[in-house]
């Protein structure tokens, strides 16, 4: 591929922006790749760990329910922010260790900094003078509220960076292109299994006899135990892959290197600042981009609903319990929420699968768009079945007298239970190619135009966090107007998803072939 900067100064098609333009490398051994991408297990791991663990935990600080909303709104704004940022300059980064493995290191470093700041929040609160009891500890919640927006930022500046990594090692070739966001998302699944399961064993504290102190009961204790192996998992791959997977230092000159046209000429790249460059990566996007960003965003639509709440409409829908009912009710809702956690365990595992024959599956179907396609109409499949097993478990729904005479709501069928968790397990597959698919398309089309990794990595989450933050607003009055539950909020995704499916496979173009070998110059790792 040429990369110098033509007379004729046209963009290449699914260009985010020209600079800082990278040239092509050789592929990197498969190894390195799988190396890099087994960076996400850490980072994943601690997402489960937050999902399952950190709701029980926020209420144990007694931090109010309002102020609940403005923590979780971390996620989606650091990665509105952050990534791009990150993304940006990590395209332009001129140290001696390379681009992306400074930033990578920073990452890993700041998320060890949060966990220490959220596991040992409750100590340290007591030891500044919060009392004891169930009551609002404000030093601990201040302290658990830096550092989990510390965690959130630290976990987009490991994410994108690692993502783009993997795609400079792929050297432009596309089939390991889409094997690196593979193993990625494998990595991903594997992180989940290992902290949903960290977070459900109860007497991992013991491991750590120091976690239980007098203001942290067995509960923190275990939070506190889990988040030193997430600690140690993070640190050892984080170091083992930079360590093994080294980028040579880059310079503006080396981008520029490598025109073979007598037209070609070598230019400094402009400087442009961060938001005047978001800005024109924007008003340059070309079709292939913008039909992506679409797609994803029409994607993430479908998948936020039920990610944010899965294990409610278990507990709620399924089950029918109520976390503030009867002691009957709040029984049943607790039951169904640790049903639901299987049911995650059980998606994480079929992703993985899934996730390692996504070339396979691919090829099959042919190709990467129509994949993508079926797979949304999968999505939007399983979506419309949550409507089908909450009524199904809302007509065997009966009560049951108990040895006082008292009647008691049973538990569903488990026939319902069954096909429930089968849901969760089920799409594990459309959520493997979620999470590899768009993100390859997205490193592709930044190959053939020249644009920087980083950033065109860092505007694709943007149509990630943007559904994210508009669903966790809409979807409670959404919700509220057709009287509560989660139902209304899955329908939405499941018509979501089934638009994503149809651009998937009417508008979005296929990626273009691979660039020859033998045009490919010298290798940047080693």
């Known amino acids: 591929m040429e990369s110098g900067v033509k007379k004729e100064n046209k963009q290449p098609t699914g260009s985010l922006n020209l600079q800082p333009q990278t040239p092509q490398q050789d592929a990197s051994p498969l190894r390195k790749i799988i ?18 663990l950190l709701t029980p935990y926020v209420q144990l600080l007694g931090i109010p329910h309002t102020w609940a909303a403005f923590i979780w709104l971390c996620g989606p704004v650091s990665g509105m922010l952050v990534q791009p940022i990150v993304g940006y300059h990590s395209d332009r980064c001129t140290s001696r260790f390379g681009r992306r493995r400074p930033f990578i290191a920073a990452g890993a470093g700041c998320v060890a900094i949060a966990v220490f700041l959220i596991g040992f929040a409750a100590d340290i609160g007591h030891a500044s003078g919060d009392p004891l009891g169930k009551i609002a500890k404000p030093r601990a919640i201040a302290v658990f509220v830096v550092g989990f927006w510390i965690l959130d930022v630290a976990n987009n500046m ?37 902290g949903f399961a960290a977070g459900s064993y109860n007497h991992l504290h013991k491991l750590f006899p120091f976690s239980k102190t007098t203001a942290c009961d067995v509960y923190c204790a275990n939070l506190k135990s889990c988040f030193f192996i997430s600690i140690v998992l993070l640190l050892t791959l984080t170091v083992l892959a930079l360590t093994y997977v080294r980028e040579k230092q880059w310079s503006p000159e080396l981008a520029n290197a490598g025109g073979e046209g007598e037209e070609d000429i070598i230019t400094e790249p402009v400087k442009v600042p961060f938001f005047g460059e978001m800005l024109g990566a924007f008003k340059n ?43 009957n009710q709040t029984r049943l809702y607790n039951n169904g929420v640790r049903a639901g956690a299987l049911g995650l365990m059980l998606n994480s595992v079929v992703l993985g699968f899934t996730s390692l024959g996504v070339e396979v599956m691919a090829r099959g179907l042919g190709g990467v768009k129509r994949l993508w396609g079926i797979v949304n109409f999968l999505l939007a499949i399983c979506l419309a079945m949550t409507v089908l097993i909450t009524k199904l478990a809302e007509s065997h ?22 096909g429930a968790l089968a849901l969760f397990a089920v799409m594990g597959v459309p959520q493997a190619i979620t999470y590899s698919i768009p993100f390859a398309l997205a490193s592709i089309f930044s190959n053939t135009s020249g644009a920087g990794q980083g950033l065109s990595l ?17 979807s409670g009055p959404w919700d509220a107007l057709f009287g509560g539950g989660n139902l209304p909020a899955f329908v939405v995704g499941a018509v979501s998803a089934a638009a994503s499916g149809i651009l998937a496979l009417t508008l979005l173009p296929s990626p273009p072939p691979d660039v020859p070998a033998s045009k490919v110059p010298v290798a940047a790792f080693h």
């Open 35 to 52: 190396m890099v991408a087994s960076i996400a297990a850490g980072v994943q791991f601690g997402w489960a760990l937050q999902l399952s």
């Open 285 to 327: 996007l070309q079709r292939p981009m913008r039909i992506l960003l679409i797609v994803t965003c029409l994607n993430w639509i479908a998948w936020f609903p039920f990610l944010l709440f899965d294990t409610d409409w278990m507990g709620r829908e399924v089950y029918g319990g109520d976390a503030k009912g009867t002691d």
């Open 158 to 194: 490991l994410q994108g960076p690692c993502r783009a990594l993997l795609a400079d090692l792929s050297g432009g070739n596309q089939k390991k292109t889409r094997v690196a966001n593979a193993c990625f998302s494998f990595f991903m699944a594997v992180g989940n299994i290992l």
């Open 458 to 474: 860092g505007v694709l989450n943007l149509s990630i966090v943007i559904p994210q933050m508009v669903v966790s607003v809409v």
């Open 397 to 418: 729904r009966h009560y049951s007298a108990t040895g006082g005479g008292e009647n008691q709501l049973s538990a569903p069928p488990s026939g319902i239970k069954a």
